[in-house]
Structure formats: structure tokens, C-alpha cells
């Protein structure tokens, strides 16, 4: 089939995801490698997967790194095959949660790749200690500034690109808004909010307001008695803030001087996927410049894409002194995590800011393929682009995916939501969050959001074949720009099936 024909059949599947290896020019060097040790579809052991999640328990530390609900086989977009652990049979499972909140393009994407796979076969180095700088690094730096570039005067905002984890992220941004302090002794808390989460490493998590099961067990030290965590920040009658929220206004006014800096998620996902109200976020942005407390947005889940945007200032227009971030960066194609801070908060002592797996470039070549994809290539590299790549892909890489994908997966995922109320209204509340990053409530018995119901549905779904996570009381739904309508579709019927299952489960309860 010639080239373009290729694409316009793939343009026809409406964007449908494709693997870079079905690209005619590519697969003739995959045809290179068929039959050989390289061949990309060579099984690497001989085990069933049954026969692998028998030795899980003598191979594996307990609890987050047991492979233990699906055994995944190959991907691609918003789709796994592979195999039901608990069914033992076979199973295309619809990933509706971008696999773990990360691969903000879904599974795959052919342009990621082929960029990587242009970097390895090029002469450059694959790993760089901090010292040693390279053209991609600056690119990456201006690329990822400029989108700040109209909140402050040129040159206003750093980078460091030398985290792997949203955690180091995190840390890294505190650890530099508590320097900025340094001269003055006063300032020694930090004001951080119920509901939030900021990680798993242990500063991150003592920052976390205790909850049994996020943070509890730590090492060394239980608490810190220098975070307040006020109450999340919520909205009240007639679009006001609620009276809790204006009593911590209120409490940073008045004790500001006391504060190095305030960390908060411009949407709380572990709270039920609660998005703060942007009048709470001004007004907070207000207090702090007021009184010079260093204003942390952590956006490791909502940052590069998920709400429309690269970072959440460039939608809100409320922009923090430091953004933490990571995840989504690299699309899951590489460990990187970022932070951006003005100036003033911009210094970090050593051993801080240099984590050594950042070392990894193809991490960097993944954030600026990801950034292509976004936002659209540079025109003049554009023109550069070779003619065989599917049409599909060039306009995407012409226009980027925020501005037409978007809109039209926010839409679909809108529609999703209202279809899924509609049919099992005893079981699904309302919704929650914002853009891509949804919560739908699970109801109890009682007809009351309900933690334990959104468990039982995020557990029983997997067995259907569809990928979500809870969230506090709601089922966490956060899907990736690949999804298609079909996905959706797939999705929908495997919800229902889960909804019912739980329904009946309940029924079954109640008679006893
Ligand atoms: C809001 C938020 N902050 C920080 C983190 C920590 O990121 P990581 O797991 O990459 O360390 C997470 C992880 O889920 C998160 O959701």
C-alpha cells in the first residue's frame, strides 16, 4: 500500500491511535529484525502468566510493586491486551485512567517513538551527569518557560529538570521555597490543605495530611509539627467561598509572616477529585504576594495537558511562584519530573536538584516530542517533517492536540459521564473535577457518596476489562488524549456491567 494511501485510511479511523510499527517505512526495518534475537515480538520467557504471578509473592516486596489484577501482553492508545489475573482468560482492557494518571498521550504514541528511536540512532550521548549540559537540555528549558513567559518580566522564571519523580518535585520546591526564607527566621511554616496529596517519599508525605493508608508507617519521624493543614478550600452559596475558606484567607493575612510557603494542587484528585475553586486560588495568590509567602502549585497530576493546558496559570491566569511537576512530562516515556520558580525562590543547595536517573536524554527527547504533540511543532521544523509520516499525524503535529483533541475528548468524556448517571442513577453520584481529570461519586445504600463503593467498583472493573481508579468517593477517570469514541463506547459497557455486578452483590447482601 503506497504511503499515503496508509494515512488516509488512518486519518478515516478518526485519529485512531497506530503503532510507529505499522508505518510502511518503518516496517521495513522491522521486517530486518523478524525470526532474529531483535525480533520486537519475541516472548522474553517462556512462562504463562499464571505460572509468573505464582512466584509474585517470593519475588516481590508486598503491596505496591505485586503485579497482581492484569498481566499485560502489548498496547496501544487506550487499549491492553493481555490477561484477566483473576478470570485467567484472555482480555483487551480499556485504560480510562491514562495507565496510573501518566501517559497523557496514551500508550504508544507513534511520535514519542519515532523520535526516540531517531535519537538512539543518532551519535548523541544517551545519559549526561548535571555538569555536562547539551542543546536538548536548553531547548527543553526555553520550550517549557515560554509558557510562563507572559506572567513575569523575560528571564523571570527558572527551571530544574533534574527530577525523576512528581515526590523529588515536590521536595525540591519546598526545600527551595524554605532557602528563600532563610533570612527570615520567623518564617518556618507551611501551610498545605486536607484532602491534598504530594507524594510518597517521606517529606512529601509528611506534608500530606495523616490518612490511614496514604503516609501511614513512616520512616524516622511521624509528623512535623510545623505544616497546618487547613481545610480544603471550598465553594459556598451563590458562587461565594464557603465561610472555612475565607477563615483561611483570613488566617494567612493575619499570620503570613509566619509562613514560608503554601503548597496545594489546583485539583485535590485523592479528595474525591475536588477542584479548588479559582476565586479561593486568586485570592490565595493575592495573600501571598501581600505577604511574601512563597505560593507551591503542585501539578504533578493536572500539569501538561490534562486540563487543556500546559501549566494551570496559563488557563486560570493565577500563577504560583513554583510549579512542581512530573508525570505526564514524558508521557510514561521516560522518568522526569520538573520544577519552574520565579527567580527569587530559584536557588537550591547541594545535595538538592540532581537526582542522578534525570541523567537519562531519551527522558528529554520524550518531554520535547510530548511538547510537539501538544502544542504543535515549531513551523520551520514542521517543513522539515519526512513525507511518509500518516497524514493523521502531521496535521495533529501541525495544530497540537490541546487545541482540537481535547475539546473533543473533554466532550466525549462529558457524555460518558451524563450516560453512565442516567442509566444507574442509584449508583452513580455527581461529578466531579475538571477537563480530563473527573471523579464520579459511587453511592452507597443510602444513596450517599460512599469510599467503600468506589473501592468495590475500581476492584470489579478490572475483572470487566476497564481500567479505573477510586478516588476518596468517586471512581477516578482521568483518559488520555487517544481515546477514541469506541474506547468510550467499550468502556460504557464494561462500567454497566460492573454496576451491575455491584447491584446485585448488594442485593445479595441485603437478603442475607
Ligand atoms: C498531586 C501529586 N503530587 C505528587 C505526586 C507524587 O508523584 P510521584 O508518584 O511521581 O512521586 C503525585 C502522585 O500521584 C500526585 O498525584
Redesign the pocket.
Known amino acids: 500500500m503506497p504511503d499515503s494511501q496508509a494515512g488516509e485510511e488512518l486519518m478515516a479511523l478518526d485519529n485512531a491511535p497506530f503503532h510507529l510499527s505499522s508505518v510502511e517505512s518503518v516496517r521495513q526495518v522491522v521486517a530486518g529484525l523478524e525470526g532474529s534475537y531483535l525480533d520486537p515480538g519475541r516472548r522474553l520467557t517462556e512462562l504463562t502468566p499464571d505460572e509468573h504471578l505464582a512466584g509474585n509473592a517470593r519475588l516481590f516486596t508486598a503491596g505496591g510493586s505485586l503485579a497482581r489484577d492484569f498481566w499485560a501482553d502489548t498496547a496501544l492508545g487506550s487499549r491492553i491486551q493481555g490477561t484477566s489475573t483473576q478470570t485467567a482468560t484472555p482480555l483487551e482492557m480499556v485504560d480510562l485512567c491514562s495507565m496510573t494518571?501518566n501517559t497523557v498521550l496514551g500508550v504508544n504514541d507513534p511520535w514519542v517513538k519515532l523520535r526516540q528511536a531517531a535519537f538512539l540512532l543518532s551519535s548523541q550521548p544517551h545519559y549526561l551527569p548535571a555538569r555536562i549540559g547539551s542543546d536538548l537540555h536548553h531547548r527543553v528549558a526555553h520550550r517549557i518557560l515560554s509558557r510562563l513567559s507572559r506572567f513575569g518580566a523575560p528571564g523571570g522564571f527558572a527551571i530544574n529538570l533534574r527530577q525523576c519523580?512528581?515526590?523529588?518535585a515536590?521536595e525540591l520546591a519546598l526545600h527551595a521555597a524554605w532557602l528563600a526564607a532563610r533570612g527570615a527566621p520567623r518564617r518556618r511554616r507551611l501551610a498545605t490543605f486536607q484532602g491534598g496529596?504530594?507524594?510518597?517519599?517521606v517529606l512529601?508525605s509528611l506534608v500530606c495530611e495523616d490518612d490511614p493508608g496514604y503516609g501511614a508507617g513512616r520512616a524516622l519521624v511521624d509528623r512535623v509539627d510545623n505544616v497546618v493543614h487547613f481545610p480544603s478550600p471550598r465553594g459556598g452559596d451563590g458562587g461565594h467561598l464557603s465561610a472555612e475558606a475565607l477563615a483561611t484567607l483570613d488566617a494567612l493575612e493575619r499570620d503570613g509572616e509566619e509562613y514560608f510557603a503554601v503548597l496545594i494542587?489546583p485539583i485535590q484528585?485523592?479528595n474525591s477529585v475536588h477542584a479548588v475553586p479559582l476565586e479561593f486560588l486568586r485570592r490565595l495568590r493575592d495573600v501571598c504576594t501581600r505577604k511574601s509567602i512563597c505560593l507551591v502549585f503542585?501539578e504533578?497530576?493536572n500539569a501538561f495537558g490534562y486540563t487543556g493546558t500546559i501549566f494551570f496559570a496559563e488557563s486560570s491566569d493565577v500563577c504560583p511562584d513554583i510549579v512542581a511537576t512530573?508525570?505526564a512530562l514524558t508521557s510514561g516515556h521516560g522518568a522526569l519530573?520538573i520544577v519552574v520558580a520565579r527567580r527569587e525562590f530559584a536557588e537550591t543547595e547541594a545535595p538538592f536538584g540532581s537526582k542522578t536517573n534525570s541523567g537519562d536524554m531519551l527522558s528529554f527527547v520524550a518531554v520535547d516530542a510530548v511538547m510537539d504533540r501538544l502544542t504543535g511543532m515549531l513551523p520551520e521544523e514542521f517543513e522539515t517533517l519526512p513525507t511518509w509520516l500518516p497524514p493523521g499525524l502531521v496535521g495533529d503535529l501541525r495544530n497540537g492536540l490541546l487545541g482540537i483533541a481535547y475539546p473533543r475528548v473533554v466532550g466525549m468524556l462529558e457524555d460518558f459521564l451524563a450516560d453512565l448517571q442516567r442509566r444507574f442513577p442509584s449508583v452513580v453520584g455527581p461529578a466531579s473535577g475538571a477537563g480530563l481529570m473527573r471523579g464520579v461519586a459511587m453511592l452507597g445504600q443510602d444513596g450517599r457518596p460512599s469510599g467503600a463503593m468506589a473501592g468495590k467498583v475500581a476492584d470489579i472493573c478490572l475483572k470487566h476489562g476497564v481500567y479505573v481508579r477510586r478516588a476518596g468517593h468517586c471512581v477516578y477517570i482521568k483518559p488520555s488524549l487517544s481515546t477514541t469514541e469506541a474506547d468510550f463506547e467499550l468502556a460504557r459497557a464494561r462500567l454497566a456491567a460492573t454496576f451491575e455486578e455491584v447491584l446485585q452483590r448488594v442485593a445479595r447482601e441485603e437478603a442475607k
Open positions: 494518571c519523580n512528581g515526590s523529588d515536590v496529596y504530594h507524594g510518597e517519599s512529601a494542587e484528585w485523592r503542585d504533578v497530576q512530573g508525570k519530573a
